[in-house]
């Protein structure tokens, strides 16, 4: 394997054309007080040589990173890739790099990309939580005593004045279940996400209170934990409920790729969607107005997320630490498609 080529410094360009350092910074920098000749001799060399400017340490030299770090769980999917393209387009905007990490859903990788941000002197941290952070949030606590901005969106940690942007995941779900029971459901499941998490949480809650102001009975037996957040998960899930209840007639799922498995099994058992049991669930990936039928679903509005997220960070940048929001909630779109609808409504559905 051919050794990495040692980048051309300030210095090299100095030492071949026996001038100062400064004198070669200030030529690069089309300096008035430096002769046209000697920038056009820097030039040459530093072309030659394929010299690049160092921005970072420029930056620094500044106070300024110009850098700003994003912490997210996967880029697996819809939702956090298109988060990461809002970020990105603020962001670049706005003149700042972007610098992401996975954690993997894993509380150690996180401390560690935490770190990593740390020591790339970035000017604040987007994070969206790991399925593994629960009570540990000292890593949080760091990046606040290092005085960078810090802002979570979507999945946010129980960390007392934390700047987040979530999406209203309790009206998200209670939309969605009451769609369910105007459409004549009465016996309704529900696949539920880990409950630390205040995403998944909050469906769950919203959930329980749609049935609750429909007059409906909650029963435990038809929350269903999913084991993970899979295709498969949604399989094991949907057959769970079809065995312990032949009364059910509808699903809201906290997750969309699961909710792709039980449509699986419903197929395969000959039951039809959504006469026999309508399907609902989180969130608008783009596959899921591809399935048959197409599904009705809750839009997270990810790139608005990022977008805003960004822009939040940029307040605590201007106004300071001392600037404490509260968090920044969007509202959810529910997008109806024929998964859920009456038999006698499904031609009435605008295609999206």
């Known amino acids: 394997m051919a050794a990495k080529k040692q980048q051309t410094s300030i210095r090299d360009l100095a030492q071949q054309l026996n001038l100062s350092i400064s004198t070669v910074s200030r030529a690069l920098a089309d300096h008035r007080d430096i002769s046209e000749a000697t920038k056009q001799r820097v030039r040459q060399l530093a072309q030659e040589l394929s010299y690049r400017p160092n921005q970072l340490a420029a ?9 700003l770090g994003v912490i997210v769980p996967h880029i697996k999917g819809y939702f956090f890739p298109a988060v990461m393209n809002g970020i990105e387009k603020v962001a670049t905007c706005e003149g700042f790099n972007v610098m992401m990490c996975q954690s993997n859903e894993d509380l150690h990788r996180e401390q560690r990309n935490v770190e990593t941000l740390i020591d790339a002197q970035v000017e604040g941290i987007l994070i969206s939580v790991s399925a593994t952070t629960h009570l540990d949030v000292q890593h949080f606590e760091q990046v606040r005593r290092q005085g960078i901005p810090l802002v979570f969106f979507d999945r946010v940690p129980e960390l007392p004045q ?28 529900h696949m539920a996400g880990p409950q630390h998490l205040n995403t998944t949480r909050n469906r ?16 435990e037996h038809w929350n269903y934990s999913l084991p993970a957040l899979t295709h498969e998960a949604g399989r094991l899930g949907m057959q769970h409920l079809l065995a312990l209840d032949s009364s059910l007639d509808a699903v809201f799922a906290a997750y969309a790729i699961p909710t792709v498995g ?7 058992q000959s039951m039809r969607v959504p006469q026999d049991i309508a399907l609902a669930c989180f969130s608008n990936d783009p596959f899921t107005a591809m399935t ?7 839009d997270q509005r990810p790139e608005q997320m990022g977008e ?17 929001p509260p968090h ?3 509202k959810p779109e529910l997008v109806i498609r024929n998964s859920s609808l009456h038999r006698s409504q499904e031609s009435m559905v605008p295609m999206r």
């Not at 039980?262 to 395969?268: G, K, M, N």
């Open 204 to 219: 769950y809650l919203g959930y329980r209170e749609a049935l609750r102001a429909h007059g409906l009975a909650y029963e």
């Open 328 to 330: 920044l909630i969007l």
């Open 59 to 67: 930056a620094l030299r500044k106070g300024h990173s110009k850098t």
């Open 292 to 298: 048959q039928p197409q599904l009705t679903v809750i």
């Open 308 to 324: 805003t997220a960004v822009r939040l960070f940029l307040q605590l940048l201007k106004r300071g630490p001392v600037y404490t």
């Open 162 to 189: 934390s700047m987040a942007v979530i999406l209203d995941d309790f009206q998200g779900a209670f939309q969605a279940v009451s769609h369910l029971i105007a459409q004549g459901c009465t016996h309704i499941a």
């Open 262 to 268: 039980a449509l699986e099994v419903l197929r395969e």
